[in-house]
């Protein structure tokens, strides 16, 4: 992974003392709460509902055991013991102190972290494949372009100050696991006419209140290029975007209203403009970079190890663990492990402390100290050798975090919610938690198989839920909660934005209309068929009958 | 509908209610109560004090019900949480004590 050198030390120190000494007047009144709010907004600090809440970025969702440890230790220091791994691959933190903050930050200068960007009308922490390097699917690791661009976009003076926040993710797989068409840009990396790796650029997606996929604004784009190319589009956003309309301030708005044809004219003719060698990257400061994400030394083993076989014979919990969150690995003889945090009764995302640092421990003993964090709010050891699964799942059960259950309904995106959020309408946490009860039997997940459902508790969907092939978002409607069901999104190569299939329900029925989706795909489901591919089928009235005609 | 002035504390978020002393309490039941626009525009010049003095931050007044035994209960789900001081999970590993 990416190592501060001199420069990224010194920097992150000063901006820890600047903001100790911005607290500092503010306790002291020399700054008043206008003044000072946007500057700690510049520093992921949030006031929501019963605290402060701080949100840490981890770039690209990439980290090492001792950051790992370091945010154990954050949590129990300075917090309430745990904290909550986010869509945007982030962690936050609910109950910290203003006081205690610079302090913070200290603690996470030392290992290389900060919260620099994690708020704010800028670029915001970017996002990836978590099993990057690891994906048997994969053209080119993005580690090293996400790290570019985090460079690049660090305190860029001219998009400091953009019309809105902006958001974006990059993969180099096959299958896009980072939800790329929902972002303000999503770059893919794809093969080109001759061969060679470069990119294609997506531009306008996004969720919120006004859910957009992404459109391809350039089907090839020579990778060297990638840094004037996006600062053409931040630039034609940054002149061109509205700054009247809080809700109307999003790329996506720009790209929709302008169409997507008149939009790439102004960054084509930006671009054409643009003394590329000026911005581009150099190939050997690439290559410096590159070589900080040079992949841990993986000799083949054996594939198959008796062990593992065996017990997946004999013990039908591994066996389920094992065929849902053991993923294949490009190098024979290992694995990628999730280490889900969707155990039924626990908040979908949250870690206590004590888990992190066990997490930190395994990462240590069998994970080749990588650890990185899913946007689906769950952990990944990318490289496990396969003859060590066995051990590692034993250590994993006795710390409660053996859950099988990725991809699988129960692996719930979940926002925190009205019970943390400023922003929130509805309760999210307590309705995920009812919905996992009532799942809770791993055959019954296994027979439906692989299926999004992902919940936000208000319109600007921190949850995802557009993008959920079942998706759930809580209003306020004359102060009570109540929760409309979209179906039928997808947040990966076929993306698409979820159907609002009729009124919305009172919590206590949202486990049941579940339920009653759930038997109505298992109805019309054809042999072998996801719940997408019955939904595209079959349409939004057997569904509707369902849940709305026996009302 | 009788109203009361809530806030959160500069230092660290907690979530206060102003009495009718200019004091801040964490328990809502000991919150001043007004009843009509001049008592709620009252309430909040009080609080401005806390603001100038940088004692609270976010500052705003809002609606609650006086039940029939005298205590108060905020209207919206959100200040009921609010006034709870903490999330509505049920028991939990870190759950917040009451």
């Known amino acids: 992974m990416y190592r501060y050198d001199e420069f990224d030390h010194a920097f992150v120190k000063e901006r820890v003392s600047e903001f100790r000494d911005q607290v500092e007047r503010r306790l002291s009144g020399a700054l008043t709460e206008e003044e000072f709010r946007p500057l700690r907004l510049r520093n992921g600090l949030y006031l929501q509902l019963h605290a402060y809440m701080l949100r840490v970025a981890i770039p690209y969702g990439v980290l090492s055991p001792r950051q790992l440890r370091q945010l154990a230790l954050i949590g129990r220091k300075w917090d309430r013991g745990y904290g909550h791994f986010t869509t945007r691959q982030n962690l936050q933190f609910n109950w910290v102190r203003l006081v205690d903050i610079p302090d913070v930050l200290a603690a996470l200068a030392e290992v290389e972290m900060h919260c620099i960007q994690t708020s704010g009308n800028c670029v915001r922490n970017v996002t990836s494949d978590p099993y990057a390097a690891a994906a048997v699917d994969e053209l080119e690791d993005p580690r090293p372009w ?154 083949e083993r054996d594939a198959r190890d008796e062990a593992l076989a065996a017990r997946r014979e004999s013990d039908p919990a591994f066996a389920n663990w094992y065929r849902n969150n053991v993923l294949t690995h490009r190098v024979p003889g290992y694995a990628s492990v999730v280490i889900s945090l969707k155990e039924p009764g626990r908040t979908p995302g949250d870690a206590s402390s004590d888990t992190m640092d066990v997490i930190a421990d395994l990462a240590e003993r069998f994970g080749h100290d990588e650890v990185r964090v899913n946007y689906t709010q769950n952990l990944v050891l990318p490289h496990v050798v396969r003859a060590d699964i066995v051990a590692l799942y034993d250590a994993l059960v006795d710390t409660g975090i053996a859950t099988g259950n990725n991809e699988l309904l129960g692996d719930m995106i979940c926002c925190p919610g009205l019970d943390y959020c400023n922003l929130a309408n509805a309760r999210s946490i307590p309705i995920a938690k009812e919905i996992a009860k009532r799942f809770e039997d791993p055959a019954r997940q296994d027979l439906i198989g692989k299926l999004r459902l992902n919940m936000s508790g208000c319109i600007n969907a921190c949850g995802h839920h557009h993008a959920g092939n079942i998706g759930i978002l809580g209003v306020d409607k004359k102060g009570t909660e109540l929760y409309q069901i979209t179906l039928g999104g997808s947040p990966k190569d076929d993306a698409a934005v979820g159907t609002i299939v009729g009124p919305g329900f009172r919590a206590e029925k949202v486990p049941d209309v579940i339920d009653t989706i759930v038997d109505t795909y298992i109805a019309n489901r054809h042999e072998g068929e996801s719940f997408l591919e019955t939904w595209r089928r079959v349409g939004v009235a057997p569904f509707k009958e369902a849940l709305y005609d026996a009302r | 509908m009788p109203s009361v002035v809530t806030a959160n504390r500069l230092t660290d978020g907690i979530v206060f209610y102003l009495t009718s002393s200019g004091g801040w309490t964490e328990d809502i039941a000991n919150a001043a109560r007004a009843e009509t626009k001049d008592e709620i525009e009252a309430l909040e010049a009080k609080a401005e004090v806390s603001v100038r003095n940088q004692f609270v931050i976010s500052v705003y007044a809002m609606p609650v019900e006086v039940k029939d035994d005298g205590s108060v209960d905020p209207i919206s789900v959100r200040e009921r949480i609010r006034a709870s001081h903490r999330t509505t999970l049920t028991k939990d590993w870190y759950d917040v004590p009451l």
Not at chain 1, 194 to 206: A, H, I, M, S, T
Not at chain 1, 232 to 241: A, D, F, H, P
Not at chain 1, 253 to 268: D, M, P, Q, S, T
């Open chain 1, 146 to 299: 996400c790290e570019i661009l985090r460079q690049w976009s660090t305190l860029h003076p001219e998009f400091n100050w953009l019309p809105r926040k902006f958001k974006i993710a990059v993969s180099g797989a096959v299958e896009d696991r980072a939800a790329t068409a929902f972002h303000d840009i999503g770059l893919r990396i794809v093969r080109g006419p001759d061969g060679e790796n470069g990119f294609r650029v997506l531009v306008g997606g996004g969720m919120g209140r006004t859910p957009y996929v992404g459109q391809v604004i350039r089907e090839f784009l020579p990778k060297e290029h990638i840094l004037s190319y996006v600062e053409s589009i931040l630039r034609v956003y940054n002149l061109l975007g509205r700054r009247d309309n809080l809700y109307k301030a999003r790329i996506k708005i720009l790209v929709n209203e302008l169409g997507l044809e008149k939009f790439r004219e102004a960054v084509e003719a930006d671009w054409e403009a643009t003394y590329k060698a000026a911005i581009d990257l150099p190939d050997d400061e690439r290559h410096r970079i590159e070589s900080y994400f040079t992949p841990p030394e993986l000799p």
